[in-house]
């Protein structure tokens, strides 16, 4: 691992992909246009959907944004950690407009893990990091799923072993009256959430925020959810049960931290047994159920 050979690679408008304790991230310079033109570019990713920048603390997040006392609270309680914070962007800000896709709001969060925390420091900076792997695809949770999605468009990729959580960050916006809105679901369960900022409203359809296109996160193969026996010829993803042969399990006993942590990596070791089709077992809709069960629609709508 070289912070310092990363933070070359930043300044001169490269590209570093770093691990977060949600998923690895494709870094650049947030203040510098040029740069996040190449995320957008190298992800082939629509440029009205904005990136999230990536700061070390609640402090150097309100040089970027107008904070609600609500928000403020949230970063208080969670970060650094998995949330990320919408909010009106603050005319002062060094984030370029095109990592906001020129919005009047910017996003934000502050990771958890020792390795991106180092390089923010280092870099001293904001940092745009969407998932490091090409727009649409399947999220990275290790370094080698970055460099198979991008070889060498990428200068740098920093090691940091499988992402502990494995699912991306939850979205929470908040305007300048203190509305909650919930973007995208994710590592923090909306329960955690509401016991700050009371019932959370659901988004609309106006991409706002990383993560809200209607076909996401997907493999290569056809999904079909909440499938209790895979048909012949599919592989099975399975959930509260071992799975068949030729399928894998998101967690046996049924444990959702550990089927979020499994995700991303065992759709990608299915997609890349060949098959046509893989079918999924049911999810429940509690705590991280939301947010796996939300990854999992993305994946499986028409593209």
Not at 211 to 218: K, R, V
Request: charge should be neutral; hydrophobic fraction near 45%.
């Amino acid at each position: 691992m070289s912070i310092e050979r990363a933070v070359e690679i930043l300044s001169a408008g490269g590209l570093v992909a770093f691990p977060t304790e949600t998923v690895y991230g494709l870094g650049a310079d947030a203040t510098d246009p040029r740069a996040v033109a190449r995320v957008y570019q190298a992800k082939g990713r629509p440029s009205f959907n904005p990136l999230i920048a990536h700061v070390p603390s609640l402090a150097a997040a309100a040089a970027h944004a107008h904070l609600h006392p609500r928000a403020r609270a949230l970063g208080e309680a969670f970060w650094p950690g998995p949330l990320t914070l919408v909010a009106p962007r603050a005319g002062e800000s060094s984030v370029c407009e095109l990592a906001c896709a020129g919005l009047s709001t910017i996003a934000l969060r502050a990771p958890a893990h020792p390795v991106a925390q180092a390089l923010l420091a280092a870099f001293g900076k904001p940092i745009v990091a969407p998932s490091a792997n090409r727009s649409g695809h399947l999220s990275a949770t290790s370094a080698d799923h970055v460099r198979a999605d991008f070889g060498g468009a990428v200068e740098l990729v920093l090691e940091g072993g499988a992402s502990e959580i494995g699912l991306e960050s939850t979205i929470i916006a908040i305007d300048a009256n203190g509305r909650a809105m919930l973007l995208r679901p994710g590592a923090i369960p909306r329960t955690e959430i509401e016991t700050i900022t009371g019932p959370l409203a659901t988004a609309g359809g106006a991409i706002t925020a990383p993560g809200m296109l209607a076909s996401h996160y997907a493999p290569r193969a056809r999904l079909r959810l909440d499938v209790k026996a895979p048909e012949p010829g599919e592989a099975y993803l399975a959930f509260g049960a071992p799975a068949p042969e030729g399928g894998l399990t998101l967690s046996a006993s049924g444990n959702l931290t550990e089927a979020a942590a499994n995700l991303y990596a065992h759709l990608r070791a299915l997609d890349a047994s060949g098959v046509q089709v893989i079918a999924v077992a049911p999810i429940p809709a509690r705590g991280l159920g939301e947010a796996i069960r939300d990854r999992l629609a993305r994946a499986a709508a028409p593209r």
